[in-house]
């Protein structure tokens, strides 16, 4: 099993850059394939970006492609979302989660943190 905490939302202006980290607990972390997703107010859930467990296949959802960097450190048993170029649109509840089949973007998330507030002014 694995409990995951993030870190690392806060208010940054439109155009800026913020990084979220994602830490886990649990041996098994570096056997799962790790997501982000958010929930912006009034709407629902979206898949932003994963990672596998090797670190070496990564999917991101078209609206944050070539702006957003997700990545993960297996000895620090974290998972990190660089988030560039930061929108309006971007504001939103971030959550970290924990796929133990390790599908990318069809991944069984069974693991959720608890969230991170983005908000981006403009």
């Known amino acids: 099993q694995v409990q995951l905490v993030e870190s690392g939302g806060g208010l940054v202006q439109a155009g800026g850059s913020l990084r979220l980290s994602c830490a886990a607990s649990g041996r098994t972390f570096s056997t799962y394939g790790m997501g982000w997703f958010r929930q912006a107010p009034g709407k629902e859930r979206e898949f932003v970006a994963a990672i596998s467990w090797s670190g070496g296949s990564t999917f991101y959802a078209n609206s944050v492609k070539g702006r957003f960097t997700i990545s993960r450190d297996n000895a620090k048993n974290t998972v990190y979302l660089q988030m560039n170029s930061l929108k309006d649109e971007d504001t939103a509840v971030y959550y970290c989660?924990?796929?133990?089949?390790?599908?990318?973007?069809?991944?069984?998330?069974?693991?959720w943190g608890q969230g991170t507030q983005v908000t981006v002014s403009s």
């Open positions: 989660a924990g796929d133990p089949t390790d599908r990318g973007i069809g991944g069984k998330y069974d693991y």
